[in-house]
C-alpha cells in the first residue's frame, strides 16, 4: 500500500521508539484536505476539524472505532487490501475513515477518506 507520510513523530514506547506518523492514502487526498483551508467557511471548519483529528491519531492511532470486518466496503478490501479499518467521529456528524500500518519501528494511520454522516451510512450501507 503506497501512502504519502508525513513524518511526525509523536512519542516513545518504552525503551524502544517507535513513530507514530498520518499518512493520506495519495497525494489527491492530501491536496483535498489542503485545499479546505482556504475554502468557504464549511470547509475551513472541516479542516480544523480533520486537522485536530490527525493530531489526535498521532497521539493515539486506536483513539478511532473499530470498525467490524463484516462491515467493510468491497471496494476498500479490493483496494487497500485493508486488515483493520477504523472511523474517527468529527464535529457536525462528520467521518474520517482510516487504517493502520505498523512495523518494528513506526506505526502509521492512513487517511482513506471522510465524508458527512449521510455519505458514511451510504457507503456502509446502515
Known amino acids: 500500500m503506497a501512502v504519502l507520510i508525513e ?17 493520506f492514502i495519495d497525494k489527491k ?13 464549511e470547509d475551513k471548519q472541516l479542516y480544523k476539524f480533520i486537522d485536530r483529528a490527525l493530531d489526535d491519531i498521532k497521539k493515539d492511532v486506536t483513539c478511532g472505532i473499530k470498525i467490524p470486518k463484516k462491515l467493510w466496503p468491497k471496494s476498500y478490501i479490493q483496494e487497500y487490501g485493508l486488515t483493520n479499518l477504523w472511523k474517527y467521529n468529527l464535529p457536525d456528524a462528520w467521518r474520517l475513515i482510516y487504517t493502520i500500518e505498523s512495523d518494528e519501528v513506526r506505526i502509521i494511520g492512513i487517511i482513506l477518506e471522510w465524508f458527512s454522516h449521510k455519505e458514511y451510512e451510504k457507503k456502509f450501507k446502515y
Not at 9 to 17: C, D, E, L, Q
Request: glycine residues 10%.
Open 7 to 23: 513524518n511526525i513523530k509523536a512519542g516513545t514506547s518504552g525503551k524502544r521508539i517507535t513513530e507514530t506518523n498520518v499518512a
Open 29 to 41: 487526498l492530501k491536496a483535498q484536505f489542503e485545499s479546505l483551508e482556504s475554502g468557504k467557511f
